[in-house]
């Protein structure tokens, strides 16, 4: 991997204002936290700039000219963001808070905020991304697997989840069972698992993916 693609695939915290001044000063709060920052006048420059490599978390004012910050949030999820967010306002809105967090917001903080209470909102929506990463990479690499697998060893692979033993997975198929040995071997080694304890682990995955 590159030095670029590795920088690429670290966290930063992408501060979200239209407010010049204010996201300046957000952004040398956070960067004297030695959190890495970038900055964006709106929520569509921040989309323009976005790709789905990124990681880390969103601070987002919910204050912007033509359009709420509450209806980007929604429109972040549509396009497939799905950094944690962290709203920010310069009024205690309690619908707008409701709101906010019933759409998947960690924290929503008031303007003047402290200093301790934003570290401690970034810290923690940058600890729950990272745990979405490592769940995002697990189902890609579980997919990728799966795709490498020939029609007949999915066919196998769902009957040896459901339990089923090679003699019983040969009458369902009609093949010999050394046939469906050969098909369970090789599926075992595509998919790169042990026992089928793993292999139930996998396909569990599968079908969260699937929303089956």
């Not at 407010?19 to 006048?41: H, I, K, Q, T, Y």
């Not at 209806?71 to 944690?84: H, L, N, S, Y």
């Not at 697998?149 to 999915?154: D, G, I, V, Y």
């Not at 026992?195 to 993916?209: G, M």
Request: aromatic share 6%; hydrophobic share 50%.
């Amino acid at each position: 991997m590159t030095d670029a693609a590795k920088l690429a695939l670290r966290p930063v915290v992408r501060v979200i204002d239209d407010d010049a001044a204010l996201r300046g000063a957000l952004a040398n709060l956070l960067r004297s936290a030695a959190f890495d920052v970038a900055e964006f006048p709106s929520p569509q420059h921040f989309i323009e700039a976005w790709r789905p490599s990124d990681c880390g978390c969103l601070l987002l004012d919910i204050q912007f000219p033509g359009m709420n910050g509450l209806d980007f949030q929604a429109r972040f999820r549509e396009v497939g963001i799905a950094m944690p967010i962290i709203l920010m306002t310069g009024h205690a809105d309690v619908p707008s808070s409701i709101r906010g967090l019933k759409s998947g917001a960690i924290d929503f903080l008031v303007k003047p905020f402290d200093d301790a209470d934003l570290v401690e909102a970034v810290t923690t929506a940058l600890q729950k991304d990272a745990k979405r990463s490592v769940s995002d990479a697990a189902v890609a690499d579980v997919t990728e697997k799966y795709a490498s697998l020939t029609s007949r060893e999915k066919e196998v692979l769902a009957l040896v989840v459901e339990g089923l033993m090679n003699k019983q997975i040969a009458f369902e198929l009609s093949l010999s069972e050394i046939t469906v040995k050969v098909h369970r071997g090789t599926m075992m080694r595509k998919m790169k698992v042990r026992t089928v304890a793993d292999l139930v682990r996998a396909s569990e995955i599968l079908k969260a993916q699937s929303g089956a």
